[in-house]
């Protein structure tokens, strides 16, 4: 191997995404009304301004709400908080021309809740040790009215408002505090992120990768320079990011490929264990797992 492998930075993290985003935007531009990328927030309080429950979520230009978070204060449950907000994310997101709501969710969290929103499985994500986690889509463009705010007295009851960043970091505050009671992980999150460097430097390949805190393992970017492909280094990013898994007691490693290189992961042993469907319109984003 005639270049070096180092850690990856930040501003590295930073340019990969970018670059990964402009080559799925030359197989798949976005509609030329499509929205642009939002963070959404949206904060529910009680008549003090206390907040009772909060969602935050990503709007994306290919059409999609996605990276849904929500949280409801445990003495505020059951009172159709959850679903009010919900609703009303969907209602923005379909306002601003999204076709699709993407969820995902542990088996001790709102699989039954999800269910009663509308949403369906797309995959289930059986690991080794931990909780089974759920990835759930839901049509927008199907039923005008399925997708309007709720309108149940817990709407009346409290205010729902736009919120901050600070506001989104007290949701997954609350989140992480609720999932670790319930279901405690064996350990933090261990980072493997890689990049490859020409002799002068020059990254020209990377992959961003990580082990979650049940042994499962990420593969959450994995990038060549095209002037750099076709030569075997994403492989060997790949296969590097196997072997540390395993000596990090990893047993098993998910990834989430568009179809347009879906092939590449199952050429590596990795099997589909379910997809999003007409997502991105006219295509398929696939979960795949291969067993270390």
């Known amino acids: 191997m005639k270049y070096e492998i180092k850690p990856l930075t930040n501003e590295d993290a930073d340019y990969m995404e970018e670059r990964i985003d402009e080559f799925d935007d030359g197989i798949l531009p976005p509609e030329p009304d499509a929205p642009e990328d939002e963070y959404l927030v949206l904060m529910a309080e009680d008549n003090e301004g206390n907040p009772v429950a909060g969602l935050a979520a990503m709007i994306y230009n290919w059409g999609q709400l996605d990276d849904v978070a929500l949280w409801v204060n445990e003495a505020y449950r059951k009172q159709g908080l959850g679903s009010a907000l919900l609703r009303k994310a969907e209602h923005i997101a379909k306002e601003r021309g999204c076709y699709l709501s993407l969820v995902e969710t542990f088996d001790f969290q709102a699989k039954s809740f999800c269910d009663k929103q509308g949403y369906s499985v797309c995959a289930e994500q059986d690991r080794p040790k931990g909780p089974t986690c759920f990835y759930m889509q839901k049509r927008l463009d199907r039923d005008p009215q399925d997708n309007m705010p709720d309108s149940s007295s817990s709407q009346k009851r409290f205010e729902i408002k736009r919120g901050t960043d600070e506001d989104a970091d007290f949701i997954y505050d609350n989140l992480d505090e609720f999932n670790d009671s319930v279901c405690p992980p064996l350990h933090g999150y261990i980072r493997m992120n890689k990049k490859l460097v020409?002799?002068?430097?020059?990254?020209?390949?990377?992959?961003?990768?990580?082990?979650?805190?049940?042994?499962?393992?990420?593969?959450?970017?994995?990038?060549?320079?095209?002037?750099?492909?076709?030569?075997?280094?994403?492989?060997?990013?790949?296969?590097?990011?196997?072997?540390?898994?395993?000596?990090?007691?990893?047993?098993?490693?998910?990834?989430?490929?568009?179809?347009?290189?879906?092939?590449?992961?199952?050429?590596?042993?990795?099997?589909?264990?379910?997809?999003?469907?007409?997502?991105?319109?006219?295509?398929?984003?696939?979960?795949?797992?291969?067993?270390l």
């Open 198 to 291: 020409d002799r002068d430097g020059n990254m020209i390949a990377a992959i961003q990768a990580g082990i979650g805190g049940w042994d499962e393992g990420y593969v959450h970017l994995l990038w060549v320079d095209e002037p750099y492909r076709g030569q075997g280094l994403a492989s060997y990013l790949l296969e590097e990011c196997e072997r540390e898994a395993r000596e990090n007691g990893a047993d098993v490693l998910f990834v989430y490929a568009r179809d347009w290189v879906a092939d590449f992961y199952r050429k590596h042993g990795f099997t589909e264990y379910g997809a999003a469907e007409d997502f991105p319109k006219g295509h398929r984003s696939c979960r795949l797992k291969k067993l």
